[in-house]
């Protein structure tokens, strides 16, 4: 971000910029930096607080009136944590998780495509009250994400639906299709989930998540240079202990 | 809550050992005044419409979000994992905070918002990204911005 900031304003163009690390801005030194102390990929604070994201969005353009830089300002207020971190579970009674000799990947995939339709009432919910959905990046309908997903762990690869992408780019945006229709579905169900009880509902509990780190195994020293790639992506860093 | 002294192992020492260019020189055009500036978002979230190409990994190029882009039409394909999307998908604005820039124009907190806002895919390295800024920086200029709200994931 710091780089964009010091290119345009090379170009003549007045800059400011949120900040989540810190320490990056502190190197980087571009004009201007607003440091928040949000988590990741919430850098305006609060989802649905318009009052909240109206004061962040606000403090980093006051930087602009600033007479000279390079200017890092930090932002006053944490954003608020959820009421109750601890408590929420999803109701949802997904498939168990299979033991290692059950971990074939035809039984992987079909407990997978049934937890995917157990879910589905609840994602329809999340559209209906959120007026939209960010499913959608694959170009694939859900159920053929879930069925892509799953035949790639079959012994030979899948051709691409998308003939303008490979195999392992849809694999990619699949997987992160599929977390995003959990996550959505779960958020719909009640209960005020923060987003560490999602990521941990997600990562700890569910048969998609166990697929998508089977896939990763399979990625690792493949021959396939796009699957090799891909390694480093489809599981989160904070979320790698749960691989043995 | 998230500063990076509170992040876990291994995940702190990975952020802070991203590499991050340093510049000889550091550019300062003055800033309009916010209330008659002409806002335009930039975001590196990998955000683009849901029919434009999804963002492959090392990308470095750019897609436009038109200001009438409706949030329903925004998906993203950033090609990290190590971020919460929980947000994005409860409320576009947390990312590109689109919304909130339309109400401050109205209530004349701003002059205006640009006709085009663009993302980039973050996970770029800065010098990479050096054309598309450029590039950008004309288009923003041609729609007549003056001020830039960058916006990282």
Same mark, same amino acid.
């Not at chain 1, 990619?172 to 509902?201: I, N, T």
């Given at each position: 971000?710091?780089?964009?900031?010091?290119?345009?304003?090379?170009?003549?163009?007045?800059?400011?910029?949120?900040?989540?690390?810190?320490?990056?801005?502190?190197?980087?030194?571009?004009?201007?930096?607003?440091?928040?102390?949000?988590?990741?990929?919430?850098?305006?604070?609060?989802?649905?607080?318009?009052?909240?994201?109206?004061?962040?969005?606000?403090?980093?353009?006051?930087?602009?009136?600033?007479?000279?830089?390079? /200017? @890092?300002?930090?932002?006053?207020?944490?954003?608020?944590? %959820?009421?109750?971190?601890?408590?929420?579970?999803?109701?949802?009674?997904?498939?168990?998780?299979?033991?290692?000799?059950?971990?074939?990947?035809?039984?992987?995939?079909?407990?997978?495509?049934?937890?995917?339709?157990?879910?589905?009432?609840?994602? +329809?919910?999340?559209?209906?009250?959120?007026?939209?959905?960010?499913?959608?990046?694959?170009?694939?309908?859900?159920?053929?994400?879930? =069925?892509?997903?799953? %035949?790639?762990?079959?012994?030979?690869?899948?051709?691409?639906?998308?003939?303008?992408?490979?195999?392992?780019?849809?694999?990619?945006? %699949?997987?992160?299709?599929?977390?995003?229709?959990?996550?959505?579905?779960?958020?719909?169900?009640?209960?005020?989930?923060?987003?560490?009880?999602?990521?941990?509902?997600?990562?700890?509990?569910?048969?998609?998540?166990?697929?998508?780190? %089977?896939?990763?195994?399979?990625?690792?020293?493949?021959?396939?240079?796009?699957?090799?790639?891909?390694?480093?992506?489809? /599981?989160? =860093?904070?979320?790698?202990?749960?691989?043995? | 809550?998230?500063?990076?002294?509170?992040?876990?192992?291994?995940? =702190?020492?990975? @952020?802070?050992?991203?590499?991050?260019?340093?510049?000889?020189?550091?550019?300062?055009?003055?800033?309009?005044?916010?209330?008659?500036?002409?806002?335009?978002?930039?975001?590196?979230?990998?955000?683009?419409?849901?029919?434009?190409?999804?963002?492959?990994?090392?990308?470095?190029?750019?897609?436009?979000?038109?200001?009438?882009?409706?949030?329903?039409?925004?998906?993203?394909?950033?090609?990290?994992?190590?971020?919460? =999307?929980?947000?994005?998908?409860?409320?576009?604005?947390?990312?590109?905070?689109?919304?909130?820039?339309?109400?401050?124009?109205?209530?004349?907190?701003?002059?205006?918002?640009?006709?085009?806002?663009?993302?980039?895919?973050?996970?770029?390295?800065?010098?990479?990204?050096?054309?598309?800024?450029?590039?950008?920086?004309? @288009? @923003?200029?041609? +729609?007549?911005?003056?001020?830039?709200?960058?916006?990282?994931?």
């Amino acid at each position: 971000m710091g780089g964009l900031a010091h290119y345009l304003e090379g170009d003549g163009l007045a800059t400011t910029q949120i900040s989540l690390i810190r320490e990056h801005s502190e190197r980087m030194r571009p004009p201007r930096a607003l440091w928040v102390p949000f988590e990741l990929g919430r850098p305006i604070g609060v989802p649905d607080d318009a009052v909240f994201q109206t004061r962040v969005v606000m403090a980093a353009l006051d930087l602009l009136s600033a007479e000279e830089g390079p /200017v @890092l300002a930090d932002y006053p207020e944490d954003a608020p944590e %959820a009421d109750d971190i601890t408590g929420w579970s999803c109701p949802i009674n997904l498939a168990p998780l299979m033991d290692e000799a059950e971990t074939k990947a035809q039984r992987l995939g079909a407990a997978f495509d049934d937890e995917i339709g157990r879910l589905r009432p609840w994602h +329809d919910l999340a559209v209906e009250a959120r007026g939209r959905t960010t499913v959608g990046a694959s170009g694939l309908e859900i159920d053929a994400a879930g =069925r892509f997903i799953a %035949a790639c762990l079959e012994r030979e690869l899948p051709a691409s639906p998308r003939p303008e992408l490979s195999t392992p780019e849809v694999l990619r945006l %699949a997987c992160d299709d599929v977390k995003a229709f959990y996550l959505e579905a779960a958020a719909a169900q009640p209960g005020r989930a923060s987003s560490h009880d999602l990521a941990e509902w997600f990562w700890g509990t569910t048969t998609a998540a166990k697929v998508i780190v %089977a896939l990763r195994a399979l990625c690792v020293d493949n021959e396939d240079k796009g699957l090799r790639g891909l390694v480093g992506i489809l /599981v989160p =860093r904070a979320q790698l202990h749960r691989i043995g | 809550m998230v500063r990076l002294s509170q992040l876990a192992e291994p995940f =702190r020492t990975h @952020l802070l050992e991203l590499p991050c260019p340093t510049f000889e020189s550091e550019p300062w055009v003055p800033g309009p005044a916010v209330e008659r500036s002409r806002v335009a978002i930039i975001s590196t979230a990998g955000l683009h419409r849901r029919d434009d190409r999804p963002y492959s990994i090392g990308a470095t190029d750019y897609r436009i979000v038109p200001g009438e882009t409706a949030a329903a039409d925004v998906v993203m394909s950033h090609v990290s994992s190590n971020f919460d =999307r929980s947000g994005f998908q409860q409320d576009i604005n947390v990312v590109f905070p689109i919304d909130r820039l339309r109400e401050l124009a109205a209530r004349d907190a701003i002059g205006s918002v640009a006709g085009y806002h663009y993302s980039v895919m973050g996970a770029t390295t800065p010098e990479q990204m050096e054309p598309a800024a450029h590039e950008m920086a004309g @288009l @923003l200029k041609a +729609d007549g911005v003056d001020a830039v709200l960058l916006v990282p994931i």
